[in-house]
């Protein structure tokens, strides 16, 4: 190849991302809420070479988003579980909250996934926004943006101990001697933090990535600090293609400063596409999606992706003007918010929500493949990206065009891949396999378990 190869990933959500994509495809409307629609996409994904599907997650949603959108917030873990079972090379990326879960239990799930794909899990780390989580796990409140964003290197820190403590050659094997694994290879965490203690050996070997790919969506200062720590892939929304240049920039300079090597941290903006045999065609079927938008829908969407409650504020009046001025902004997405109110004060929230971008703030490209495959080589010639996260405005139409239609473009380009040339993610990706910790602490044999209360099988 030419250039370093691109990469990219799907990203799966139901009938299509935007917002109207289910009030124009022609499949069943209850059609999202069974497996083979994301076997069919993670089947087309595969099909195409792409490095992976990614399935977010909402831990808990507001009631206006069952009017205006298809909700199929399944467990990302137990879909991607069952996908890893009918797909073969595929990476498979699922959100897992660092406010919302614990440390062992998440580096569990993840590295079972890792183990039943064979090396192909990745876990998108996110410290959830949306304070209605707070009540559907018993908490009084919501943490604040800096306290979530604190705890979440903790939490990862511990993750990471998790599945460093076996180490890679730990199981034997031995029949003869009756010896499955040697227990002078296992290690303890003992991670003990400001607001985590974990203790206690996964219970079962090191996963065939050692950990599974870290993936990092933050776009605040504090998001792209913990990318910059611990991401190995990262999902961002900039605005354009000097922000995108920027945002890359920035985030290489400070993984360089953590220790890191950049090209290793590689970008992969959001983009939402809509294809069309000619630009006519293509700039028709947007237009159709943004004819059947709901103004309802757009003000509540602006105020809960900002980690607002929609039902607390009147579409009508402006933004409550101590919501932007004289603190800071919760989140990059609430900012957004904020800095619209800012730029046209006693604006109505319903007007102001129209000039606002749906979800993750991605670019909406709209054109022929020809113009996409441009597109893409455009920005990654000006050192923007690495690849992107392929948002479908609608599902599976746009990912077969891509699969179809784009990548045949960029193979012939030289800039994609022809095979998958590995097994795993990592192999995809281009990523090193990380050796195991230095700060696990070893398990003496002779210590007895059950006098530490713990159980033996």
Do not use: C
Request: proline share 7%; net charge negative.
């Amino acid at each position: 190849m030419s250039k370093r190869p691109l990469h990219f990933t799907a990203f799966i959500w139901p009938n299509g991302y935007h917002e109207s994509a289910w009030r124009v495809v022609e499949d069943d409307v209850r059609g999202v809420l069974g497996l083979r629609y994301y076997t069919d996409i993670a089947r087309t994904a595969e099909r195409g070479l792409l490095d992976s599907i990614f399935l977010a997650d909402n831990m808990a949603i507001a009631e206006y988003r069952a009017t205006h959108l298809p909700q199929t917030q399944f467990d990302p873990i137990s879909v991607l579980s069952a996908l890893a079972a009918v797909t073969d090379r595929i990476g498979l990326i699922g959100t897992g909250s660092t406010t919302y879960s614990k440390p062992w239990e998440l580096a569990r799930r993840f590295a079972t996934l890792d183990h039943l794909s064979g090396g192909r899990a990745g876990w998108n780390i996110v410290t959830t926004v949306t304070p209605l989580a707070a009540a559907a796990f018993g908490e009084l409140a919501h943490p604040e943006h800096a306290d979530r964003y604190a705890r979440a290197h903790e939490f990862v820190d511990a993750v990471t101990r998790v599945w460093d403590s076996w180490d890679d050659d730990a199981v034997i094997g031995d029949r003869e001697n009756g010896v499955w694994a040697d227990r002078g290879r296992l290690r303890d965490p003992r991670f003990h933090g400001q607001h985590y203690d974990v203790d206690g050996i996964q219970p079962f070997p090191r996963s065939p990535q050692g950990h599974p790919v870290l993936v990092q969506a933050g776009q605040s200062a504090a998001g792209v600090g913990l990318a910059a720590r611990y991401a190995e892939l990262v999902f961002s929304g900039p605005p354009s293609l000097d922000a995108a240049v920027a945002f890359r920039s920035d985030l290489h300079a400070q993984a360089a400063a953590a220790g890191r090597d950049p090209e290793h941290v590689l970008v992969l903006p959001a983009l939402m596409i809509t294809l069309g045999g000619t630009e006519a065609e293509a700039r028709g079927r947007a237009d159709r999606l943004e004819e059947l938008a709901s103004p309802e829908f757009r003000w509540q969407n602006a105020l809960y992706t900002a980690g607002l409650d929609p039902d607390a504020y009147d579409p009508d009046a402006p933004l409550p003007a101590q919501l932007w001025t004289g603190q800071a902004a919760p989140s990059s997405r609430a900012e957004r918010l904020y800095a619209a109110a800012r730029a046209r004060p006693g604006v109505p929230l319903r007007e102001l929500a129209q000039d606002l971008t749906s979800g993750a703030g991605q670019t909406h490209f709209v054109g022929t493949p020809e113009q996409l495959a441009d597109h893409i080589t455009a920005w990654q010639d000006a050192g923007a990206v690495d690849g992107f996260t392929i948002m479908g405005s609608t599902l599976p139409y746009e990912l077969a065009a891509f699969v179809d239609e784009v990548v045949p473009i960029l193979q012939r380009r030289g800039r994609y891949r022809t095979e998958y040339t590995g097994r795993t993610l990592r192999e995809h990706l281009g990523l090193r396999r990380p050796g195991t910790s230095a700060h696990a602490i070893p398990v003496p044999a002779s210590m007895d378990p059950r006098a530490l209360g713990r159980e033996q099988r």
